[in-house]
């Protein structure tokens, strides 16, 4: 009887190691995905937030060479627009409700243009740093279809992505959570393209009708 309760606990607790293997694999990849793609110089990335109240919330940024366009959408209206050239070491600030921008000289070297990433896969990276606290958050791994799509479901304790078989890239993220007692939940669409952004992409947009801040 003893053996047998060995042999079954050494099952056990080799189903849990492969598995935490085969977990561990799959993140990676999504993360050093994600790495890679951050340092391509031609770059088109996109990240719709829906909220609970159904305001669809669009980060969309474009880069190519040393040039990099962030605007912000809300329901499909523009609203913002962060327009860098790091060559020239300009920036501006547009306000697309107001219209009106300012103008200033570019400090920082070029940053990283994708926000909003699922956290669940960034918590586990944290400053570089794995994490194995918030590894062991990850209930399961298992391969799904997404929209015709062959992908991994990676599921947490409170939030689950979606991401390509193919190059590891997230195409949904959702997260549940709560704000004054109430529970709320908020779902990420991703899109990832490389080598496809032009010069009419990054062009800066035209300011002649817009009110210069820098005046005032």
């Known amino acids: 009887m003893k053996k047998i309760v060995i042999s079954v606990i050494s099952v056990i607790g080799i189903l849990f190691l492969v598995t935490r293997i ?5 993140i990676n990849q999504v993360y050093n995905a994600m790495m ?15 909220d609970s109240d159904k305001n669809a919330i669009s980060e969309i940024a474009f880069v190519k060479d040393n040039i990099t366009k ?9 609203l913002y627009c962060e327009w860098k050239n790091f060559d020239h070491k300009e920036k501006y600030e547009i ?19 994708l926000r909003n990433l699922p956290r669940l896969i960034l918590n586990i990276y944290k400053d570089e740093k794995f994490s194995f606290y918030e590894f062991l958050k990850i209930k399961y791994v298992i391969p799904v279809k997404y929209q015709n799509q062959k992908c991994y479901k990676i599921v947490g304790n409170n939030d689950t992505c979606i991401v390509d078989r193919d190059n590891f890239l997230p195409i949904f993220y959702s997260v549940k959570f709560m704000k004054s007692e109430q529970s709320l939940e908020m779902e990420n669409t991703y899109e ?25």
């Open 95 to 113: 306000d697309f409700k107001t219209k009106s921008f300012k103008k200033s000289t570019l400090a920082e070297n070029q940053q990283s243009v």
């Open 36 to 50: 890679r793609f951050n340092e391509e110089s031609n770059k088109y990335y996109s990240v719709t937030i829906n």
């Open 192 to 216: 990832f393209k490389i080598g496809e952004v032009t010069d009419e992409d990054v062009a800066l947009p035209d300011l002649t009708e817009y009110i210069n801040e820098n005046e005032k």
């Open 22 to 26: 085969y977990h561990f694999i799959v």
């Open 70 to 78: 962030c605007c912000e959408q809300k329901n499909g209206t523009d």
